[in-house]
């Protein structure tokens, strides 16, 4: 198989039956195939795809193994040339296919690609999980072109070449198959948020290129599995990120790294608790003790990679601070940070 589309769902069948339509009538090619990987859902799911999409190949999982461990076990045994990775919530677009693919035949080193994401609630905007393509600051906080912080542009056409980003979006992301099974997938500790991020990471200190193909064009609705607001998401996304920090970061980087985020997060959890947001100033506490708690399993991972990131210098991170470009000197664009990007012929 050239192309295997696959959705990890999980009690996602009011998402199934509004947006699995759009990825039929879109991928209707006989060399891509639709998955549908259920994640041990306790809502009618399975019973919607084989009784209204039987086009759609299902593949029932025997539990719910969350968002990384979900796909890697979805993926077992899927020997496909490239596999992309759907949300259950993304409504694709015609002719969205064909540009990733051309644009990975192109070249042998590209492991991971995504399209434009634009919000399905705003189409004019680009929607946070993505945009454009992914970067990541020096102190490792994820941005976007076309999102900085919580602040979204409008999509006048302004980040339309493809480029060569540091990280692909979860939502729409499309990896070579053999690639994929070199890396051994996702981490299946991050359990969700950030595994995309870990991946890319490890893809890149191994030569590969990660890229955006704005030809390509999808809406996605966002928040589908935890709302951008919840604690227990805010929990996975400082945890997270001290994992991939812990990980991917070369060694003479990494304790200084660690020591600034500490004290961001820090300040983060103030700010949380002066708000009146105690759950979330909770869910930062919890998220450093269980860093600390996992550090003898990091180190072990981390001295696996070392040999890797001890040569680790991507252009595609950011060697300012994203938080007080934002925050302090109000850069709101991508274009107004000082920060180029390689673009792809």
Not at 143 to 151: A, D, T, Y
Request: aromatic share 12%; charged share 25%.
């Amino acid at each position: 198989m050239r192309l295997s589309i696959v959705i990890l769902n999980w009690n996602g069948s009011h998402h199934l039956r509004r947006f699995l339509p759009s990825v039929l009538k879109h991928s209707n090619y006989d060399w891509a195939e639709i998955v549908v990987a259920d994640n041990f859902s306790t809502d009618d799911s399975c019973k919607i795809v084989e009784q209204e999409f039987p086009d759609v190949r299902l593949l029932r999982l025997d539990r719910n193994w969350g968002f990384a461990e979900g796909y890697n076990q979805a993926l077992k045994g899927n020997n496909a040339q490239y596999i992309l990775l759907l949300n259950s919530d993304v409504e694709v677009t015609e002719n969205w296919l064909q540009p990733i693919v051309e644009l990975m035949d192109s070249d042998p080193l590209i492991g991971a690609c995504q399209p434009k994401i634009r919000s399905l609630q705003m189409p004019a905007e680009f929607e946070y999980a993505g945009a454009s393509g992914g970067f990541i600051d020096r102190f490792g906080y994820p941005f976007c072109r076309g999102r900085i912080v919580n602040v979204l542009e409008q999509d006048l056409g302004q980040y339309d070449k493809p480029v060569a980003v540091f990280w692909a979006s979860g939502a729409a992301m499309a990896v070579r198959g053999k690639t994929w099974r070199e890396m051994g997938g996702f981490d299946p500790d991050f359990w969700a948020h950030m595994e995309e991020i870990d991946l890319c990471w490890r893809m890149k200190n191994r030569g590969f290129q990660v890229v955006v193909c704005p030809d390509s064009k999808v809406f996605h609705l966002g928040g589908g599995s935890l709302s951008y607001g919840s604690p227990h998401k805010i929990y996975l996304n400082f945890r997270n990120n001290l994992f991939l920090l812990y990980k991917n970061l070369p060694k003479g980087m990494l304790l200084n790294t660690l020591l600034v985020r500490m004290i961001l997060d820090g300040i983060a959890a103030i700010q949380f608790l002066l708000t009146g947001q105690f759950k979330a100033f909770v869910q930062v506490l919890g998220a450093h003790r269980d860093f600390y708690k996992s550090l003898k399993k990091l180190r072990k991972k981390r001295g696996e990679l070392l040999p890797l990131t001890s040569t680790n210098k991507h252009r595609e991170i950011y060697n300012g601070s994203i938080i007080f470009d934002f925050f302090i000197a109000k850069k709101r664009k991508f274009s107004s940070l000082n920060f180029s990007t390689h673009e792809i012929d």
